[in-house]
């Protein structure tokens, strides 16, 4: 079917030898489904319908609800068994393959949208928002590990920056949907709650959303644009697998460097949307908080995307380009926000005020905040994803990586959405979110300067030798069980 050659000469089935296989890609409709671009838009779009709605929901601050309590509770439930299971979510990946964990993830988001609906109605099923919100996170654990893995593992190492923020861009769009949805269904609404017809709606496309998995293609059919074949999970022992995800931090330590930055990642969410939109904003300003919010996502992805993928500068000045405009973002916005936060706190904002409307005086500053936050959050999110990949070229590793990023960025978003529920000051949230995302890029910055390399080698892929040293020995003992056998 396709033919291939060697990019370097020699026999491409020996590991020790550095030659590359290029295949010959599909042709005509069958080549357009088997594109990586056609298959990272239908990824897209399962998080679009699925994390996209989770988003638009989170956003609107306490799930669209007066009180933020038991969205607050759940939301950390969330988080909690999220970075549980997503520690290990890397080798299940690798275990059962990557299409399979991704329908898996999907399961859960309808549940969790329609327990929202039933607190709506039934006001005393706040223990059916916590439940739905802990078995999502078992649920959404895999689902962004199999992303992850897929997201990184069918662009080639100069396509890393674009194919992230093609992705992320279709993602959010589904946050700007749901968010769309919701301004709409309460443009003439001026009170603190959403409305039933916001959830049905939001709860309708996650319901979508689990289908297009079983729709995409096989992993291990894939090639690259480069012709290069997609590096498929080996399918060890369980025993074996576990062992790999030792082995991956041991043959790279550096990837430690990065957990601060991970535990950053979704911790900044909590002031954003309850102690911030939630706190100061009627539903109406809050819904078009959110969809400002998640368009202005769009554009950062875009934006940064293009300096990590620019032709013009070598990897390593992408790596300290991209990490120098998160340090500029950050201090911009929480300097920015400060003097917001300090005007008020959790007793001068009650839960049943007059809050700020879309056409208050101070609501067009106020909202521009919101949009510099959504540009820092997708930039942060995008720069961590191309750091992860410009480590490896391995599907097997970059699960484990992603794994460890989503259990860790878990983690704390868990601990933050706890502090929020019990009543921890506003200020000391807002502080607490500033010191760490600094810490993540301070941390970060040894970590670029000693390990990001201008192309990624076989030394720094430790799985991949794990399996040619096994290889090899089978091999072997297979040559000297025909020696005894002749």
Same mark, same amino acid.
């Given at each position: 079917?396709?033919?291939?050659?060697?990019?370097?000469?020699?026999?491409?089935?020996?590991?020790?030898?550095?030659?590359? =296989?290029?295949?010959?890609?599909?042709?005509?409709?069958?080549?357009?489904?088997? #594109?990586?671009?056609?298959?990272?838009?239908?990824?897209?779009?399962?998080?679009?319908?699925?994390?996209?709605?989770?988003?638009?929901?989170?956003?609107?601050?306490?799930?669209?609800?007066?009180?933020?309590?038991?969205?607050?509770?759940?939301?950390?439930?969330?988080?909690?068994?999220?970075?549980?299971?997503?520690?290990?979510?890397?080798?299940?990946?690798?275990?059962?393959?990557?299409?399979?964990?991704?329908?898996?993830?999907?399961?859960?988001?309808?549940?969790? /949208?329609?327990?929202?609906?039933?607190?709506?109605?039934?006001?005393? &099923?706040?223990?059916?928002?916590?439940?739905?919100?802990?078995?999502?996170?078992?649920?959404? &654990?895999? %689902?962004?590990?199999?992303?992850?893995?897929?997201?990184?593992?069918?662009?080639?190492?100069?396509?890393?920056?674009?194919?992230?923020?093609?992705?992320?861009?279709?993602?959010?769009?589904?946050?700007?949907?749901?968010?769309?949805?919701?301004?709409?269904?309460?443009? #003439?609404?001026?009170?603190?709650?959403?409305?039933?017809?916001?959830?049905?709606?939001?709860?309708?496309?996650?319901?979508?959303?689990?289908?297009?998995?079983?729709?995409?293609?096989?992993?291990?059919?894939?090639?690259?644009?480069?012709?290069?074949?997609?590096?498929?999970?080996?399918?060890?022992?369980?025993?074996?697998?576990?062992?790999?995800?030792?082995?991956?931090?041991?043959?790279?330590?550096?990837?430690?460097?990065?957990?601060?930055?991970?535990?950053?990642?979704?911790?900044?969410?909590?002031? +954003?949307?309850?102690?911030?939109? =939630? &706190?100061?904003?009627?539903?109406?300003?809050?819904?078009?908080?959110?969809?400002?919010?998640?368009? =202005?996502?769009?554009?950062?992805?875009?934006?940064?995307?293009?300096?990590?993928?620019?032709?013009? %500068?070598?990897?390593? /000045?992408?790596?300290?380009?991209?990490?120098?405009?998160?340090?500029?973002?950050?201090?911009?916005?929480?300097?920015?926000?400060?003097?917001?936060?300090?005007?008020?706190?959790?007793?001068?904002?009650?839960?049943?005020?007059?809050?700020?409307?879309?056409?208050?005086?101070?609501?067009?500053? #106020?909202?521009?905040?919101?949009?510099?936050?959504?540009?820092?959050?997708?930039?942060? +999110?995008?720069?961590?994803?191309? %750091?992860?990949?410009?480590?490896?070229?391995?599907?097997?590793?970059?699960?484990?990586?992603?794994?460890?990023? #989503?259990?860790? +960025?878990?983690?704390?978003?868990?601990?933050?959405?706890?502090?929020?529920?019990?009543?921890?000051?506003?200020?000391?949230?807002? %502080? =607490?979110?500033?010191?760490?995302?600094?810490?993540?890029? /301070?941390?970060?910055?040894?970590?670029?300067?000693?390990?990001?390399?201008?192309?990624?080698?076989?030394?720094?892929?430790?799985?991949?030798?794990?399996?040619?040293?096994?290889?090899?020995?089978?091999?072997?003992?297979?040559?000297?069980?025909?020696?005894?056998?002749?």
């Amino acid at each position: 079917m396709s033919s291939s050659v060697d990019e370097k000469g020699g026999d491409s089935n020996n590991p020790d030898n550095d030659s590359v =296989s290029v295949y010959e890609r599909p042709k005509g409709l069958r080549g357009v489904y088997y #594109h990586p671009i056609t298959q990272i838009v239908m990824l897209a779009f399962v998080c679009f319908l699925c994390p996209g709605m989770f988003n638009a929901l989170t956003g609107l601050g306490g799930g669209g609800q007066v009180n933020p309590t038991t969205s607050a509770n759940s939301t950390c439930a969330v988080y909690a068994t999220y970075a549980f299971f997503a520690f290990f979510s890397g080798t299940v990946n690798n275990k059962i393959g990557a299409k399979r964990t991704l329908l898996f993830g999907t399961l859960g988001y309808a549940l969790y /949208v329609g327990s929202y609906l039933a607190i709506n109605i039934h006001p005393g &099923a706040g223990w059916f928002v916590v439940t739905s919100g802990a078995l999502l996170g078992v649920t959404a &654990a895999f %689902l962004w590990t199999a992303q992850g893995a897929l997201m990184l593992s069918y662009c080639t190492e100069a396509q890393k920056g674009i194919f992230i923020s093609i992705f992320w861009a279709i993602f959010n769009l589904g946050a700007v949907v749901g968010a769309a949805v919701s301004f709409g269904q309460n443009i #003439h609404s001026t009170n603190n709650s959403v409305s039933n017809g916001t959830y049905i709606g939001i709860l309708i496309l996650t319901i979508l959303g689990v289908s297009i998995p079983l729709l995409m293609a096989d992993p291990d059919k894939m090639i690259r644009t480069d012709g290069t074949r997609v590096v498929m999970p080996r399918l060890p022992s369980w025993k074996s697998e576990f062992h790999g995800l030792w082995v991956a931090i041991i043959t790279d330590p550096m990837i430690l460097l990065l957990f601060p930055m991970f535990f950053a990642s979704n911790y900044f969410y909590t002031w +954003q949307f309850n102690d911030y939109n =939630s &706190a100061l904003f009627n539903i109406r300003a809050r819904s078009l908080n959110n969809f400002m919010y998640w368009l =202005s996502q769009i554009i950062g992805s875009g934006m940064i995307g293009v300096i990590l993928d620019s032709k013009r %500068l070598r990897r390593r /000045v992408r790596a300290f380009t991209g990490w120098g405009i998160l340090l500029a973002m950050t201090f911009t916005v929480h300097i920015w926000a400060y003097f917001y936060q300090r005007t008020y706190t959790r007793a001068s904002v009650p839960l049943d005020s007059q809050k700020m409307d879309i056409y208050n005086a101070e609501y067009p500053a #106020h909202v521009w905040l919101m949009i510099f936050y959504g540009l820092l959050d997708a930039m942060w +999110q995008t720069t961590s994803f191309w %750091l992860i990949g410009a480590m490896s070229n391995d599907t097997n590793k970059l699960a484990i990586y992603s794994g460890f990023y #989503h259990s860790i +960025q878990s983690a704390g978003a868990a601990g933050v959405w706890r502090m929020d529920a019990i009543g921890l000051p506003y200020m000391n949230i807002f %502080l =607490s979110t500033w010191c760490l995302v600094v810490a993540g890029l /301070v941390f970060a910055f040894p970590m670029i300067y000693l390990r990001i390399r201008d192309t990624t080698v076989l030394e720094d892929e430790g799985l991949i030798q794990r399996d040619q040293e096994i290889n090899n020995m089978k091999a072997k003992g297979m040559i000297e069980g025909g020696n005894e056998i002749s």
